[in-house]
């Protein structure tokens, strides 16, 4: 075996080594990983409307609204959350990393919000005040607090505080929380050292066979 070939056997084992440690290490090491936590609305439609839009309840593109969304937190919201506060209100106001409400016309994702949770002994939601957007602007109200209010509420961008476009008195269910993993760097580092044994590999081996192909 000649020296250019014994070097080129010690690049090879040396990419693969690279390789199998980087995929493996990215897999197997589960602290490298973040989670948050995402709690799911699905509305039901909302045939009642209001001025300016009286006879116009299908301001959704001719179809009835309907409010489906999610809000993502950092960590669950456990069992029996905001149930045992003081006050007029039995909610505790949360700050979500973000969220998402479509009634498939319009998209609320900014604004002010108003999240008023609380939770059952199982950590589900079982009450409800969630507000956000602006006015005018688009908002969306949909909310679940037993005989003092419940349904859920569409303000289209041109609607004003004067009230919503459409509504109902039938409000909707929530599921969650279900977890999703982002990778943190230490994951990411480990998966690119992988790719790069890879690529070392792959170019290796078409320098040899180029090599082979002039010889």
């Known amino acids: 075996m000649s020296s250019g070939e014994k070097l080129m056997k010690r690049h090879t084992i040396f990419a693969l080594v690279v390789l199998v440690v980087g995929l493996f290490g990215f897999i ?111 908002y969306v109200a949909v909310e679940d607090i037993g005989s003092n209010g419940f349904g859920d509420e569409d303000y289209p961008a041109a609607a004003t505080i004067l009230g919503p476009a459409v509504f109902n008195f039938a409000p909707g269910t929530w599921t969650g929380p279900t977890p999703t993993t982002t990778p943190e760097p230490s994951s990411l580092l480990l998966l690119g050292t992988g790719i790069l044994g890879l690529a070392l590999l792959l170019r290796k081996r078409q320098g040899v066979h180029s090599q082979s192909v002039c010889d």
Do not use: E, H
């Open 28 to 138: 197997l090491v589960p602290s490298a990983s973040a989670n948050t936590w995402t709690y799911t609305y699905t509305g039901r439609p909302m045939g009642l409307d209001l001025n300016p839009y009286t006879g116009t309840p299908d301001i959704c593109g001719g179809s009835l609204c309907t409010w489906t969304g999610s809000f993502t937190v950092a960590t669950p919201l456990g069992d029996n959350f905001g149930a045992a506060i003081p006050g007029n209100t039995p909610f505790s106001n949360i700050v979500p990393l973000s969220f998402q409400f479509t009634d498939g016309f319009q998209t609320i994702t900014t604004g002010a919000t108003n999240f008023g949770i609380t939770t059952g002994p199982t950590g589900a939601i079982s009450t409800w005040f969630v507000k956000a957007g602006t006015v005018p602007g688009g």
